[in-house]
């Protein structure tokens, strides 16, 4: 029992909506909008302190809640009944403790009622559990926030004993006993990290592609946002369905990119491949990277890991062990990962990496990180699309976790009227020089993410 310990008060919530500037095609759909859910929470410390968070997130139903049967409309409705009941469960819940002990305790809540509203409301398909996270997501960082903002301390100063009253054993299990979360965090930001850009299907790469531009003055093709922002890490959005086109489009991407980097006096890039899960087994994998690799040996030494490559659901597909792919190089879990358990079931299928993402919720995000670590795996911070204050969140939690080696920021490229507000607070990290982006202001108060006056 800490008497820096917290209580809820008070909990609001509000929602942005935001058309893209231009579509983003991922796991075989095109998105063209989004709808940001910012929460607001009001806590109590023993001692009587009051202190004022702020949480916000994308709800990213397309790639939360994807379904066959439901629309757009329907799974993101679906998204909003759940945030209401989460609302109405976390303002109830009176005891007192560190941020991660309240969600610790409210997730599993939060499970019941999406199971709850799933019958209520006949769903066809039901709430996914990651659905339900990125419901929670604003609101436990609300709540990271204010405890940071009560005690004027930056959040990932409150992750040691002085603030925790269990060690990791309390929330991951025997084998971690003795260790606390602060082994596993870095109290200090990292100063700059690169960025990594996000190439969709539909995005041309060269003026021969831009069949209707934009026409709002920024960047329209991949040799237009290379030479803009000086990017040196391109993800690449892959069909997973289309050998010769999947295999055809990065040697597209690594020819248009050779060319520009050459211009640019660049000799060292990189790539991230995302199938988003649309593979159908670990076979097709294997022959896409051995064709990549014979038709480009450069282009492949520049991939840096490979992200959920098959079906999220790993204990419904066993036969989808990646090891013979990681060989080649790291295969991470991004949609898998909901949980301890699913880590460890990764490391049996043969994965060797973990994307964490501040959509899942700040607590999630830092205690699979310990474990990642603890597991020896590599890690990556992936976005969601994140603008405004979920970026900073996101990025954040990136420049704090040992071993991250770049940052994610799509809404720049996607919903750039989002982000607007917060460049003047935080130029570093909405405007992108030299392919970087500077990280070392998000050490401030909370999670750094002072709203926009």
Same mark, same amino acid.
């Given at each position: /029992?800490?008497?820096?310990?917290?209580?809820?008060?008070?909990?609001?919530?509000?929602?942005?909506?935001? =058309?893209?500037?231009?579509?983003?095609?991922?796991?075989?759909?095109?998105?063209?909008?989004?709808?940001?859910?910012?929460?607001?929470?009001?806590?109590?410390?023993?001692?009587?302190?009051?202190? !004022?968070?702020?949480?916000?997130?994308?709800?990213?139903?397309?790639?939360?809640?994807?379904?066959?049967?439901? @629309? +757009?409309?329907?799974? #993101?409705?679906?998204?909003?009944?759940?945030?209401?009941?989460?609302?109405? !469960?976390?303002?109830?819940?009176?005891?007192?403790?560190?941020?991660?002990?309240?969600?610790?305790? $409210?997730?599993?809540?939060?499970?019941?009622?999406?199971?709850?509203?799933?019958?209520?409301?006949?769903?066809?398909?039901?709430?996914?559990?990651?659905?339900?996270?990125?419901?929670? @997501?604003?609101?436990?960082?609300?709540?990271?926030?204010?405890?940071?903002?009560?005690?004027?301390? %930056?959040?990932?100063?409150?992750?040691?004993?002085?603030?925790?009253? +269990?060690?990791?054993?309390?929330?991951?299990?025997?084998?971690?006993?003795?260790?606390?979360?602060?082994?596993?965090?870095?109290?200090?930001? &990292?100063?700059?990290?690169? #960025?990594?850009?996000?190439?969709?299907? =539909?995005?041309?790469?060269?003026?021969?592609?831009?069949?209707?531009?934009?026409?709002?003055?920024?960047?329209?093709?991949?040799?237009?946002?290379?030479?803009?922002?000086?990017?040196?890490?391109?993800?690449?959005?892959?069909?997973?369905?289309?050998?010769?086109?999947?295999?055809?489009?990065?040697? @597209?991407?690594?020819?248009?990119?050779?060319?520009?980097?050459?211009?640019?006096?660049?000799? &060292?890039?990189?790539?991230?491949?995302?199938?988003?899960?649309?593979?159908? %087994?670990?076979? +097709?994998?294997?022959?896409?990277?051995?064709?990549?690799?014979?038709?480009?040996?450069?282009?492949?030494?520049?991939?840096?890991?490979?992200?959920?490559?098959?079906?999220?659901?790993?204990?419904?597909?066993?036969?989808?062990? /990646?090891?013979?792919?990681?060989?080649? !190089?790291?295969?991470?879990?991004?949609?898998?990962? $909901?949980? &301890?358990?699913?880590?460890?079931?990764?490391?049996?299928?043969?994965?060797?990496?973990?994307?964490?993402?501040?959509?899942?919720?700040?607590?999630?995000?830092? =205690?699979?990180?310990?474990?990642?670590?603890?597991?020896? /795996?590599? #890690?990556?911070?992936?976005?969601?699309?994140?603008?405004?204050?979920?970026? #900073?969140?996101?990025?954040?939690?990136?420049?704090?976790?040992?071993?991250?080696?770049?940052?994610?920021?799509?809404?720049?490229?996607?919903?750039?009227?989002? %982000?607007?507000?917060?460049?003047?607070?935080?130029?570093?990290?909405?405007?992108?020089?030299?392919?970087? /982006?500077?990280?070392?202001? =998000?050490?401030?108060?909370?999670?750094?993410?002072?709203?926009?006056?």
């Amino acid at each position: /029992m800490k008497m820096t310990d917290v209580r809820i008060r008070e909990v609001a919530y509000h929602y942005d909506d935001y =058309l893209y500037r231009t579509p983003i095609k991922f796991g075989g759909v095109a998105t063209d909008r989004v709808t940001i859910l910012n929460v607001d929470v009001t806590l109590e410390s023993r001692s009587g302190q009051i202190g !004022r968070g702020f949480g916000s997130m994308t709800l990213g139903n397309a790639w939360s809640y994807p379904s066959r049967h439901l @629309s +757009y409309w329907d799974t #993101l409705a679906a998204m909003k009944a759940v945030i209401t009941a989460i609302a109405q !469960r976390t303002e109830q819940y009176q005891e007192y403790g560190h941020p991660i002990d309240l969600t610790h305790a $409210l997730e599993p809540q939060y499970h019941q009622e999406a199971h709850r509203l799933s019958e209520e409301l006949k769903l066809a398909d039901p709430i996914p559990p990651l659905s339900t996270l990125v419901c929670a @997501s604003a609101f436990d960082a609300a709540l990271h926030d204010g405890f940071g903002r009560l005690h004027q301390l %930056n959040c990932y100063h409150t992750y040691g004993p002085d603030f925790m009253s +269990y060690d990791l054993s309390h929330y991951l299990g025997g084998t971690y006993q003795g260790l606390t979360l602060d082994r596993f965090v870095n109290v200090t930001a &990292q100063p700059t990290m690169p #960025l990594y850009h996000l190439i969709g299907a =539909l995005d041309p790469l060269t003026p021969a592609d831009v069949a209707k531009p934009v026409g709002d003055g920024g960047p329209e093709t991949l040799i237009d946002w290379i030479n803009a922002d000086g990017l040196t890490h391109l993800k690449i959005k892959l069909n997973g369905d289309d050998l010769n086109w999947d295999v055809n489009r990065v040697l @597209s991407i690594d020819r248009v990119a050779m060319e520009t980097q050459q211009q640019r006096g660049v000799s &060292q890039w990189y790539y991230s491949l995302d199938f988003n899960e649309r593979c159908q %087994n670990v076979e +097709y994998l294997l022959a896409f990277l051995h064709r990549v690799k014979e038709a480009t040996p450069a282009g492949f030494d520049r991939i840096q890991y490979i992200e959920q490559p098959t079906a999220r659901d790993l204990k419904a597909n066993p036969e989808n062990r /990646m090891h013979e792919a990681a060989k080649l !190089r790291p295969v991470v879990i991004d949609e898998s990962l $909901l949980d &301890q358990e699913s880590i460890y079931l990764a490391r049996e299928m043969g994965y060797t990496g973990v994307a964490l993402k501040a959509c899942k919720g700040q607590s999630q995000s830092l =205690l699979m990180a310990a474990v990642a670590q603890q597991e020896g /795996m590599f #890690l990556c911070v992936q976005d969601l699309t994140c603008p405004g204050a979920s970026l #900073l969140h996101s990025a954040g939690l990136a420049a704090h976790i040992p071993g991250v080696a770049a940052i994610e920021s799509n809404a720049r490229q996607f919903v750039p009227i989002a %982000n607007e507000p917060w460049k003047e607070r935080y130029p570093g990290i909405f405007v992108i020089r030299d392919g970087r /982006m500077q990280t070392g202001c =998000l050490d401030g108060i909370g999670l750094s993410t002072q709203q926009p006056s």
